[in-house]
């Protein structure tokens, strides 16, 4: 499956960005879903992560209570909402795709995930 983010940005602090990831090429409805993030001199670190179905989320706790993930299966998209942005949410996201067994399940681990867009950049100035 290919993944292909959207939507970041140059944003002030406190702005709003919504990432969107969409996938072509495989069964999306299949995979759970995740977005994590990478900034200069620092190791990828997750975001958050949706079951396959949507019933299932979580997320970081740096950004708990601002962001929000999504998903619609139907246009075969993975969503990520952002509010409040800090100038420490300045980072290059990249969405991410794995098949789970279980239905409700999802991933914090960057290693499980088997598919990865190429990322959007988002900066926040303070």
């Known amino acids: 499956v290919q993944l292909q983010a959207s939507g970041g940005g140059l944003v002030q602090a406190g702005g709003s960005l919504r990432l969107s990831c969409v996938a072509s090429g495989g069964a999306f409805s299949r995979y759970s879903m995740g977005w994590f993030r990478q900034a200069p001199g620092k190791e990828r670190e997750f975001v958050a992560a949706?079951?396959?179905?949507?019933?299932?989320?979580t997320d970081a706790n740096s950004v708990q209570g601002r962001f929000t993930i999504s998903r619609d299966n139907a246009k075969n998209t993975v969503f990520l909402q952002m509010n409040s942005l800090k100038p420490e949410d300045t980072a290059v996201y990249y969405c991410?795709?794995?098949?789970?067994?279980?239905?409700?399940?999802?991933?914090?681990?960057?290693?499980?995930?088997?598919?990865w867009g190429q990322g959007t950049q988002v900066t926040v100035s303070s």
């Open positions: 991410a795709a794995v098949f789970l067994l279980l239905s409700g399940s999802y991933s914090q681990k960057p290693n499980d995930y088997n598919y």
């Open positions: 949706i079951s396959r179905s949507g019933e299932s989320s």
